[in-house]
């Protein structure tokens, strides 16, 4: 029996009721199912996709019609899980009204349940205006690897206090505009903890310490798919690369050995059929 969809009420209610949120990235059909499977509670289908699927430097070349391809595709394969669909970079750092008509693109024609675009105090008015359309945003602060350039880099965020201090003004700016939850990217273990204390709504770390309300990562780090380089937060779960790896170089050499594909993997035709042919060619 199919397990009922997460909603947002679901996930808002995590943080009162000390439920750890747990959220994975996917790109594709085949992730979105193993998400459903592995019942984890939101999936986003990340900008990150830039890296991890199409081999770019950043995510700043992201468009959206690329992330509605990947969000209809991952749509097909998870069910319940909510599916958030990442904002690309200038998708909605034009204007309001841009910001507005791109949110509502990746959910009509994407199909997903929620978008999350990047940034604080500065982007609160347009998150309230899409709020007030009727999309669930969810809000990212702490590094925002779309302006990672301007941050100095791929680098942990909130060093010194006045830097600390603004992370829980951006937070607290973002749950006034109506938020349902809030990535927390790359700061210090405590500032984690003091920004999720700050807020009402759950905020879901990734490389903010433990003592945040839920955790996400990109699934490709997880599982040891990309690497080309690995942030100090991943936690590498399983290394599927050489796997996939040494399947292929066998499937290579019983195809050059004349082993594959043998018997068992050929269909068959009756003599009768073959005698026939022959006789016809
Ligand atoms: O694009 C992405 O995968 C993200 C996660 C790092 C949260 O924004």
């Not at 984890?40 to 890296?51: E, K, P, T």
């Not at 309300?213 to 690369?241: A, M, N």
């Amino acid at each position: 029996m199919s397990k009922p969809k997460i909603t947002i009420p679901f996930i808002q209610q995590a943080k009162a009721e000390g439920r750890k949120l747990v959220m994975i990235t996917a790109y594709d059909y085949p992730f979105g199912l193993m998400a459903d499977e592995a019942e984890v509670d939101i999936v986003l289908v990340g900008d990150s996709l830039g890296m991890v699927v199409m081999g770019l430097d950043g995510t700043v070349p992201v468009t959206m019609e690329q992330m509605i391809h990947h969000i209809k595709a991952v749509m097909r394969g998870c069910k319940t899980a909510l599916v958030i669909g990442d904002m690309p970079f200038m998708s909605y750092n034009t204007c309001i009204r841009d910001a507005i008509s791109n949110a509502g693109r990746l959910m009509k024609e994407g199909g997903c349940d929620a978008v999350k675009l990047e940034g604080g105090v500065d982007f609160s008015e347009t998150v309230h205006s899409i709020v007030k359309a009727g999309i669930p945003v969810q809000g990212h602060i702490g590094l925002t690897p779309q302006t990672a350039s301007a941050l100095g880099g791929f680098k942990m965020q909130g060093k010194d206090a006045a830097a600390a201090k603004q992370i829980i003004d951006d937070a607290r700016a973002l749950e006034n505009a109506g938020v349902f939850s809030i990535v927390l990217e790359a700061v210090p273990a405590p500032l984690g903890e003091l920004t999720a204390r700050a807020v009402n709504v759950p905020v879901i770390g990734i490389g903010a310490g433990p003592d945040v309300d839920g955790q996400v990562l990109v699934t490709h780090d997880l599982v040891g798919l990309f690497d080309k380089f690995l942030p100090k937060f991943v936690k590498q779960y399983t290394q599927i690369r050489p796997i996939i790896i040494d399947a292929i170089s066998q499937y290579k050499k019983e195809v050059q050995e004349k082993v594959f594909p043998g018997q068992e993997h050929s269909f068959k035709m009756s003599e009768e059929t073959l005698a026939e042919l022959q006789k016809l060619i």
